[in-house]
T-cell receptor, first 115, second 111 residues
Framework: NAGVTQTPKFQVLKTGQSMTLQCAQD?????MYWYRQDPGMGLRLIYY???????DKGEVPNGYNVSRLNKREFSLRLESAAPSQTSVYFC??????????????FGPGTRLTVL | QKEVEQNSGPLSVPEGAIASLNCTYS??????FFWYRQYSGKSPELIMF????GDKEDGRFTAQLNKASQYVSLLIRDSQPSDSATYLC???????????FGKGTRLHILP
């Protein structure tokens, strides 16, 4: 099992450009998440998808859109990139069919720089 | 607003000693707690989770939960240089899809 995979690993954009970050998991998990991690700010939730066909905003959704393409794939789109979106982006997934909050498994991350 | 608080560190501990990492949370409804380790430039990886009051041990790691005090800790015994990393505490509510992460504590094990 590959676990959670993300593409690309690195990306440099110019202000105003658009791009889509791809995420896929092969663990048959129900829930998927997109986080950004900035120095001193910890992990902040951008969007999440509790199940196929549903998406919800997290703490910092402005400037982003998401698509839960199927159970395996969850993409994050930046329509018009801004320097404030320079960050490391992590995708995560969890099983979440249990009563208790569930362990999240993280992908390797995408390091995005917006000039 | 639900928050998970951690001292950012760095926490410096001599090799072979016990490292003690602490975390407090604001939401009394939180029931599940997680400790993740993150090496520089890498993604977070789960070390332990704990749901019940008391201690939970796994090898050199012990997680402690005190729901009355809203306090979670992670003890690392016989600390090794390879334990040098940032440790993230996270908490979540039952039946909730999301968990809230603290900002992490940087741990440095001194050889």
């Amino acid at each position: 099992n590959a676990g959670v995979t993300q593409t690309p690993k690195f990306q440099v954009l110019k202000t105003g450009q658009s791009m889509t970050l791809q995420c896929a998991q092969d663990m048959n998990h129900n829930s998927m998440y997109w986080y950004r991690q900035d120095p001193g700010m910890g992990l902040r939730l951008i969007y999440y998808s509790a199940s196929e066909g549903t998406t919800d905003k997290g703490e910092v959704p402005n400037g982003y859109n998401v698509s839960r393409l199927n159970k395996r794939e969850f993409s994050l789109r930046l329509e018009s990139a801004a320097p404030s979106q320079t960050s490391v982006y992590f995708c995560a997934s969890s099983h979440h069919q249990q009563v208790m909050a569930d362990t999240q498994y993280f992908g390797p991350g995408t390091r995005l720089t917006v000039l | 607003q639900k928050e998970v608080e951690q001292n950012s560190g760095p926490l410096s501990v001599p090799e072979g000693a016990i490292a003690s990492l602490n975390c407090t949370y604001s939401d009394r409804g939180s029931q599940s707690f997680f400790w993740y380790r993150q090496y520089s430039g890498k993604s977070p990886e789960l070390i332990m989770f704990i749901y019940s009051n008391g201690d939970k041990e796994d090898g050199r790691f012990t997680a402690q939960l005190n729901k009355a005090s809203q306090y979670v800790s992670l003890l690392i015994r016989d600390s090794q240089p390879s334990d040098s990393a940032t440790y993230l505490c996270a908490g979540g509510m039952n039946r909730d899809d999301k968990i809230i992460f603290g900002k992490g504590t940087r741990l440095h094990i001194l050889p």
